[in-house]
């Protein structure tokens, strides 16, 4: 029972474009969406939340968009530079319980 | 400030090895969290405490034992390892249960069992 889906294993984007990742999810009753990012051999940080009260969340480059009729959201990072090549997870969270995560999409910037 | 620390880094077990896994933090955080991640699937909750004192299951606990030492300290303890434990493990931390939503991960440790 995949709640959080990321369908997406990678993306290439070139530098200074935008970055668009992909999150489906079949809660319901997720009251909140966080995104991570994570570097090889280092541990998840955390980038960006949204409410599901909200349908747009910006912070900087980066922004989550949050359909929430569709059960999806998305993170937009424009530009892209190279330091934004890692995996970046979803995660969505339901009052005091766990959080529950997508698959990770590897994102790669080209120079 | 060091932020959530792991000890051991990498570990190799044979099958029916136990081991322990160290997780210490110092924001003076009142949760912890175990999880596993393996290719192509997302990080799986193990274990989590509350706060010092109190443990629960997760997703995926079995195999599995905790202890949460003091606030700064939550172990994690393979007593039987498998293949199937074969995984790079995470521990984090947040300020209150679920934090503001937001969990502060330590770097990792990767096992192998054989």
């Known amino acids: 029972d995949q709640q959080v889906k990321q369908n997406s294993p990678s993306l290439s984007v070139q530098e200074g474009r935008i970055s668009i990742l992909n999150c489906d999810y079949t809660?319901?009753?997720?009251?909140?969406f966080l995104w991570y990012k994570k570097y090889p051999a280092e541990g998840p940080t955390f980038l960006i939340s949204i409410s599901s009260i909200k349908d747009k969340n910006e912070d900087g480059r980066f922004t989550v968009f949050l359909n929430k009729s569709a059960k999806h959201l998305s993170l937009h990072i424009v530009p892209s530079q190279p330091g934004d090549s890692a995996v970046y997870f979803c995660?969505?969270?339901?009052?005091?319980?766990?959080?529950?995560f997508g698959q990770g999409t590897r994102l790669t910037i080209n120079p | 400030n060091a932020g959530v620390t792991q000890t051991p880094k990498f570990q190799v077990l044979k099958t029916g090895q136990s081991m322990t896994l160290q997780c210490a933090q110092d924001?003076?955080?009142?949760?912890m969290y175990w999880y596993r991640q393996d290719p192509g699937m997302g990080l799986r909750l193990i274990y989590y405490?509350?706060?010092?004192?109190?443990?629960d299951k997760g997703e995926v606990p079995n195999g599995y034992n905790v202890s949460r030492l003091n606030k700064r300290e939550f172990s994690l303890r393979l007593e039987s390892a498998a293949p199937s434990q074969t995984s790079v493990y995470f521990c984090?931390?947040?300020?209150?249960?679920?934090?503001?939503?937001?969990?502060?991960f330590g770097p990792g440790t990767r096992l192998t069992v054989t």
């Open positions: 924001m003076n955080h009142n949760s």
């Open positions: 995660a969505g969270i339901q009052g005091a319980q766990k959080l529950v």
């Open positions: 984090a931390s947040s300020e209150t249960l679920w934090g503001t939503y937001e969990q502060y």
């Open positions: 809660n319901s009753m997720f009251d909140y």
């Open positions: 405490s509350a706060s010092e004192g109190t443990t």
